[in-house]
């Protein structure tokens, strides 16, 4: 008892749209990586008293202080 066209048909496409499905994930944690990369590299940039004084100047925008 082979699967009629239809059925096959259908298996293909499912197959088809979960490769897509998992293509598209896996660029986005690609690109998820990629950006945490560059978060890690910029925070060498900048010494305590710059971040200190980014969250202060955050709070202060913020209302908080």
């Known amino acids: 008892?082979?699967?009629s066209k239809t059925?096959?048909?259908r298996l293909k496409s499912r197959i088809y749209i979960y490769q897509k499905?998992?293509?598209?994930?896996?660029q986005l944690n690609k690109n998820k990586i990629q950006f945490l990369k560059w978060i890690k590299n910029l925070k060498r940039h900048?010494?305590?008293?710059?971040?200190?004084?980014a969250n202060k100047c955050m709070k202060i925008q913020s209302g908080q202080y």
């Open 46 to 53: 900048f010494t305590k008293e710059d971040k200190q004084m």
């Open 21 to 26: 499905k998992l293509k598209e994930l896996l």
């Open 1 to 3: 008892s082979q699967p």
């Open 7 to 9: 059925t096959e048909k």
